[in-house]
């Protein structure tokens, strides 16, 4: 705890700041590199309670995508047509935004393709009556055409995804850092914002700092700071010592997105389930749900059929922020104070794309 800063302490380190952003995952990162690229003379801040922006963004899938069609048709069942077409449009100028600005090499972006595979026969019949429908919806709302089709893939119907990709997240976020760092945006890791109020945060430790405007970029965290709409969710993520010919290669989508998979060199990420334990999974505490893992570990031995012997070398569970209907919330709380929250599982495709909106949008 700083209990008497020093003159040097409070003259250059501890001076309140044009911008305090509270969070350093991608949106909150974002936000501090559009800032500082309009307003280059001014002073910025990031504040993260963690070692590393350890709440989503260095701990999801790296899934650049912009979804299945059977996440879209659940979706429109939720949000309507209008309302999901505009949120697909976002993730895909989201992900274009991210490779422009972080560029494809630094990314590790891999152009994979998608595939969604399907073990339930009607489902797959229904989604492939609606591919058609997709396509001509998409081709209208973003001018892409042909974007799904029918395929196969080990056996089991499935709907490729053609613009589907991939990228190194862990990379992403250092990526981001470095050049926020080099660019003057200085971030205090392990620094847990407590409480705020207007342009006011109170540490865990008590120290209290002003700053000329605060955005909270917390995502699922943000119920510990303001009421917004947002609840955390629990995500579980394994990926598997080296599997020799392993078969899934690309990117993989099952159950409406509730389940992902992908190849990172020879071995398999396996992600999600946590449809199975929703309630439980309703937290912001990290940790292993037994019943998220045995169900994936059933998952990969019985309909990805891993062969005999594979194992779990790392994993780890990550917090996203759902809201009800899926859209992020921008939204100003009080004068000096915004929020930039509820991703709802898709960070990766339109977290920067939320962050230029904060910063081209409100008036700072
Ligand atoms: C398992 C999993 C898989 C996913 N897979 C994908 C995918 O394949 N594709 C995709 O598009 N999206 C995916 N996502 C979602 C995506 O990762 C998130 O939407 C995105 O990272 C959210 O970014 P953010 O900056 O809003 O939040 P975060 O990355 O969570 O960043 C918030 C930051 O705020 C910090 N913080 C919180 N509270 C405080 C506080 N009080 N004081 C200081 N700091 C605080 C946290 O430490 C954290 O670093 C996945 C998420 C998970 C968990």
């Given at each position: 705890?700083?209990?008497?800063?020093?003159?040097?302490?409070?003259?250059?380190?501890?001076?309140?700041?044009?911008?305090?952003?509270?969070?350093?995952g991608?949106?909150?990162?974002?936000?501090?590199?559009?800032?500082?690229?309009?307003?280059?003379?001014?002073?910025?801040?990031?504040?993260?309670?963690?070692?590393?922006?350890?709440?989503?963004?260095?701990?999801?899938?790296?899934?650049?995508?912009?979804?299945?069609?059977?996440?879209?048709?659940?979706?429109?069942?939720i949000?309507?047509?209008?309302?999901?077409?505009?949120?697909?449009?976002?993730?895909?100028?989201?992900?274009q935004l991210?490779?422009?600005?972080?560029?494809?090499?630094?990314?590790?972006?891999?152009?994979?393709?998608?595939?969604?595979?399907?073990?339930?026969?009607?489902?797959?019949?229904?989604?492939?009556?609606?591919?058609?429908?997709?396509?001509?919806?998409?081709?209208?709302?973003?001018?892409?055409?042909?974007?799904?089709?029918?395929?196969?893939?080990?056996?089991?119907?499935?709907?490729?995804?053609?613009?589907?990709?991939?990228?190194?997240?862990?990379?992403?976020?250092?990526?981001?850092?470095?050049?926020?760092?080099?660019?003057g945006?200085?971030?205090?890791?392990n620094?847990?914002?407590?409480?705020?109020?207007?342009?006011?945060?109170?540490?865990?430790?008590?120290?209290?700092?002003?700053?000329?405007k605060?955005?909270?970029?917390?995502?699922?965290?943000?119920?510990?700071?303001?009421?917004?709409?947002?609840?955390?969710?629990?995500?579980?993520?394994?990926?598997?010592?080296?599997?020799?010919?392993?078969?899934?290669?690309?990117?993989?989508?099952?159950?409406?997105?509730?389940?992902?998979?992908?190849?990172?060199?020879?071995?398999?990420?396996l992600?999600?389930?946590?449809?199975?334990?929703?309630?439980?999974?309703?937290?912001?505490v990290?940790?292993?749900?037994?019943?998220?893992?045995?169900?994936?570990?059933?998952?990969?031995?019985?309909?990805l059929?891993?062969?005999?012997?594979?194992?779990?070398?790392?994993?780890?569970?990550?917090?996203?922020?759902?809201?009800?209907?899926?859209?992020?919330?921008?939204?100003?709380?009080?004068?000096?104070?915004?929020?930039?929250?509820?991703?709802?599982?898709?960070?990766?495709?339109?977290?920067?794309?939320?962050?230029?909106?904060?910063?081209?949008?409100?008036?700072?």
């Open positions: 705890m700083i209990q008497f800063p020093s003159y040097w302490e409070r003259e250059e380190w501890l001076n309140p700041p044009d911008l305090l952003i509270v969070g350093g991608i949106v909150g990162a974002s936000i501090a590199l559009f800032y500082k690229n309009k307003y280059p003379g001014h002073n910025v801040v990031i504040t993260d309670k963690g070692f590393t922006p350890e709440g989503a963004s260095t701990r999801n899938a790296g899934f650049a995508c912009i979804g299945s069609v059977s996440e879209h048709l659940a979706d429109i069942q949000s309507g047509e209008d309302t999901v077409l505009k949120r697909i449009e976002r993730r895909w100028t989201g992900l991210l490779r422009e600005t972080l560029g494809e090499h630094a990314l590790e972006y891999r152009n994979t393709g998608g595939f969604e595979i399907f073990t339930d026969h009607e489902k797959f019949i229904q989604c492939r009556e609606n591919i058609g429908l997709m396509n001509e919806l998409l081709k209208r709302q973003m001018g892409i055409e042909g974007i799904y089709s029918e395929k196969t893939y080990c056996g089991y119907p499935a709907i490729f995804n053609r613009v589907e990709g991939a990228v190194n997240s862990g990379r992403m976020m250092r990526i981001l850092h470095d050049i926020l760092a080099k660019a945006v200085r971030t205090w890791w620094s847990e914002v407590k409480s705020v109020k207007s342009n006011r945060v109170v540490f865990n430790d008590g120290f209290e700092m002003h700053a000329d605060i955005v909270l970029a917390v995502n699922g965290f943000i119920p510990r700071l303001a009421k917004l709409p947002v609840k955390p969710a629990r995500g579980y993520v394994f990926v598997t010592k080296p599997i020799p010919n392993l078969p899934w290669t690309g990117t993989f989508h099952y159950d409406e997105g509730y389940v992902y998979f992908r190849n990172i060199g020879n071995r398999l990420l992600g999600g389930g946590r449809n199975i334990a929703k309630e439980e999974e309703t937290t912001d990290f940790g292993i749900n037994p019943a998220v893992k045995k169900y994936l570990i059933h998952f990969a031995d019985h309909v059929n891993l062969p005999k012997g594979w194992v779990i070398d790392i994993e780890w569970s990550g917090i996203m922020g759902m809201t009800g209907n899926k859209e992020p919330i921008i939204k100003q709380l009080e004068p000096e104070l915004w929020a930039a929250v509820g991703l709802s599982g898709m960070g990766v495709a339109i977290g920067m794309q939320v962050a230029k909106e904060v910063v081209d949008s409100l008036e700072f």
